[in-house]
């Protein structure tokens, strides 16, 4: 799937000018994260033909051990990570840029179990000024710092 999303993205963004690395056009980035993609999907597919269906056996012999087995589904961290990316898509023009990144980060730290209130909020508050850093000053994007739903 990797391979074929990837593909396809490489190959529609070959329709719009790609530029220069300097004067990056409009097909550039699309290029590099399909070919990524697709590169990722290749080694996936290497490393399953490569890597063993077996854990290895415990003994020292050369013998192979059990199968491999997948684990039950960890909701928290999967419920938490995939609420913090919805958060995220649904919140953003209506709260900012400050109030968004920082309840992403709270709701995606919350994935850990045991996570305490500072171990949530501290890296939500540097997460939050950090991306006004990049996005506001250093790259001059034009994002709502304060959203809608608050006056902004």
Known sequence: M???IG???AVGALTYD???LLQMGPGYVPLLV??????LGAGIVVKAFVAPDRLPATDGTTDHG???QFGRIRWR???FIFGALFFFAFTFEGLGLFLTVFGTS???SYARTGTTLRQAVLPGLGL???SWVIFVLALQQRLPLVGEWLGG
């Open 7 to 9: 593909g396809a993205f």
């Open 77 to 79: 961290p999967t419920l």
């Open 34 to 39: 399909g070919l990524l993609l697709a590169a």
């Open 2 to 4: 990797f391979i074929l």
């Open 106 to 108: 709270v709701l995606a």
């Open 66 to 68: 059990p199968p491999l």
């Open 18 to 20: 790609l530029g220069t």
């Open 128 to 130: 939050s000024v950090g």
